[in-house]
Every structure is written in C-alpha cells, then in structure tokens.
C-alpha cells in the first residue's frame, strides 16, 4: 500500500452521513433541498391516503343512497354532503315553464359545480408531487455536475490523477443524483396512483349524480311542497 494514500483514504467517509457532511457547500445546499423535498412530498402522500380514504366511504355512502332511493333529508357529511345540498337547493328553486330536462339539467349542473369544488379540493398538494418528481433528478444532477467540476479542479491543483484525488468528490457528486432519484420516483409513481384514485371517486359521483338529478327532475310535485314549506 502506498503510505502517501493512506491519509487520503483515511480522511474521507463514505457512509451516506460522510458524504454529505463532506460535501461543497453548494452540493450539500442541493441535498438539503431535495431532503425537504422529498419530507414535503410524503407528507402529501399520508395527508391524501386519509382524505381519500374518507372520500372513498362518501361516494359508497352516496352511491347507496341514490340506489336505494333513500331521503335526501338526513345528515350527510363530506363531499355527499356538499352534493346532496346543491341538488336539494336546485330541486327547491324551480320554475313552472321549464320542462323536465331542463329541470334535469339544471339539478345535475348544480351538483356537479359542488362535485368539482371538493374534487378541486382533493387535488391540492398533488401538483407539488408533480414537480418534484420532474425536477428532482435535474436539481440532483447539477449537484452532480458541480461536484465533479470540483474533482476536475482538485486534480490541476494537486498534478495528480490518481482515484484516490478524484474519488471522494465524484462519491459526493453522484449522492447528489442518487438523492433526487430517491424523491423523484416515490413522488412519480404517488401521483400516479392519487391522481387515479381521486379521478375514480370523481367517476363514481358523476354516475349517480345522473342518477339522482333525473330522480329528482321526476318529482316536480315533492319540489313544490318543499317549496310551499
């Protein structure tokens, strides 16, 4: 072994803690980023596995309802709830020249302008996993780019090209990448499946959402004695 190596090799850390804490400044800046990313990315991740898990239970809890032919007059929580007003409030305010399918359309029109809000709603954070998961790899890779400049420049300061100049830099240099791969692929494959999720409860609304619109567009005379109360 050469005695003139062993200093090198001894001063540097490669565990995954070594390489950050050894890392230029401006490529431990792109691993700080990319952790807070990836922190903000999953926590994303859980908020919306909850919420779309109750979003779930309410388009069943909905598509139940519509089925059996249930009263609309009970308690309905979440997006059922917001649904389920704006067709009581659209089947309320009626007007005795419209025929039936303008009564339809307008019922449906209602409730699907509240299904859009919630829907609105549900989406909020997905676009963040968006972006990272299409910048994460590059922000990684212009740490990675930086740092092998810096290995470049190690080796015209020291005349030397052994592994043992270049390698700690180039190690710190693909962390970088390795870390934006790390967030970006959870962050793809996340978005992926939520965005599938929210669009499949969203499906499912809008087909009793006919449902009910022309069940309710049927009972004009129920319309005017809720009305007259």
């Not at 200093?7 to 401006?26: N, V």
């Not at 709603?121 to 990272?132: K, V």
């Not at 939520?194 to 567009?217: H, K, P, W």
């Amino acid at each position: 072994m050469d005695p003139t190596q062993a200093p090198i090799e001894a001063a540097h850390d490669f565990s995954f803690l070594g390489l950050f804490l050894q890392a230029d400044p401006i490529v431990k800046g792109v691993m700080i980023l990319l952790v807070i990313a990836s922190i903000a990315c999953w926590t994303v991740v859980f908020e919306k596995i909850i919420r779309l898990a109750a979003a779930r239970r309410q388009a069943k809890a909905f598509a139940t309802l519509v089925r059996s032919g249930g009263s609309l007059d009970g308690e309905h929580r979440g997006i059922a709830g917001h649904v389920v007003k704006a067709a009581i409030d659209a089947w309320r305010d009626q007007d005795s020249s419209e025929t039936r399918a303008e009564r339809r359309e307008r019922i449906e029109r209602a409730m699907k302008g509240a299904l859009s809000l919630e829907v609105k709603r549900l989406r909020t954070g997905l676009s963040l996993l968006a972006t990272s998961g299409s910048t994460a790899p590059f922000v990684g890779l212009f740490g990675t780019v930086w740092g092998i400049m810096n290995s470049f420049s190690s080796i015209a300061r020291s005349q030397d090209t052994s592994l043992a100049v270049v390698a700690p830099g180039i190690a710190e240099a693909l962390f970088a990448t390795a870390i934006g791969l790390v967030v970006a692929i959870p962050a793809v494959m996340a978005f992926n499946k939520l965005s599938s999720d929210v669009s499949g409860i969203q499906s499912t609304f809008t087909s009793y959402i006919s449902v009910l619109g022309n069940r309710l567009a049927r009972d004009r005379a129920g319309a005017h004695r809720a009305a007259a109360e």
